[in-house]
């Protein structure tokens, strides 16, 4: 098993992570002080605490996501997260390319695009629709399977795709021809 960093945080993703937990943190507070505690009202007795906690859990989920590193193995990829990690199998892995613009006019269709870190599912027209677990968008690297195409971003991408050719000696490396 071979271990990779996942690249460094951008300036954008700091940026967006900070004001996104200042955010829930600030409404979860303004929450606090807007719900009228010890009224008799069902509503604010049911659905206060809900109001409260609501923002501050989805800060701790998508603390949570955040890919801390990926492990690459004979016959899948991991991708660790702070507490558990996602297993992707590499059987059919037909090609792999690193690009620093993979990710470019990508649109997010459901997951995270920005908050700790760029996971979930996403679409362009180089790749259709891909699974990210990105960190940085310019050490984004490509790899193609029989399922679809995950989209990754190691801190080293070329020692990463040097790593991949040599566990899958015919693996073809770089974009397709009819990419655009």
Not at 115 to 121: C, D, I, K, V
Not at 141 to 156: K, M, R
Request: charged share 10%; aromatic share 12%; hydrophobic share 50%.
């Amino acid at each position: 098993m071979q271990r990779f960093v996942s690249a460094s945080w951008p300036n954008a993703l700091k940026v967006s992570s900070l004001l996104g937990s200042v955010i829930l943190v600030g409404v979860g507070i303004i929450a606090v002080k807007a719900i009228p505690y010890g009224t008799r009202n069902p509503f604010f007795q049911t659905f206060g605490p809900l109001v409260v906690f609501i923002p501050l859990a989805i800060a701790l989920f998508a603390i949570l996501l955040i890919v801390s590193g990926y492990e690459l193995e004979p016959s899948r990829l991991r991708i660790r997260r702070l507490l558990w990690s996602t297993q992707i199998p590499l059987s059919g892995l037909h090609r792999i390319y690193a690009d620093s613009i993979i990710m470019k006019h990508s649109i997010r269709v459901f997951g995270n695009g920005g908050f700790f870190s760029f996971t979930g599912l996403y679409q362009s027209r180089a790749l259709v629709r891909y699974r990210a677990f990105v960190t940085n968008p310019k050490c984004s690297v490509a790899l193609f399977l029989p399922t679809g195409v995950v989209v990754i971003s190691p801190a080293n991408t070329e020692l990463f795709v040097r790593s991949v050719r040599s566990q899958f000696p015919g693996i073809q490396v770089g974009p397709s021809i009819t990419a655009s």
